[in-house]
């Protein structure tokens, strides 16, 4: 049986960061750190500054928005720097 994976997409207002499947997004949540794999929850948070990864890529994020629904990961962020 295939490993289930997460479908993602991160933008920032004006541009497509990343659009497709990963095993896990790590995110510098609002109010903590946290990573969401296939089969997680349902989630709507704020992102704070940080480093958000994704299948253990860095990207440093000034702040954002983030909804999990049925292994969809959707994420506005504004990039740091």
Known sequence: MA???LRVL???ADRV???GPAQ???FPGEEGEFEV???HRPLV????NGIMEIDG???PIRRG???VADDAVTAVVELAG
């Open 3 to 5: 490993t289930p994976l």
């Open 65 to 67: 928005l983030v909804r």
């Open 17 to 19: 960061l990343f659009d």
């Open 45 to 48: 948070t704020r992102l704070r």
């Open 10 to 12: 991160v933008t920032t």
């Open 24 to 26: 896990s997004v790590f």
């Open 37 to 39: 794999l296939p089969l």
């Open 57 to 59: 890529k860095p990207v």
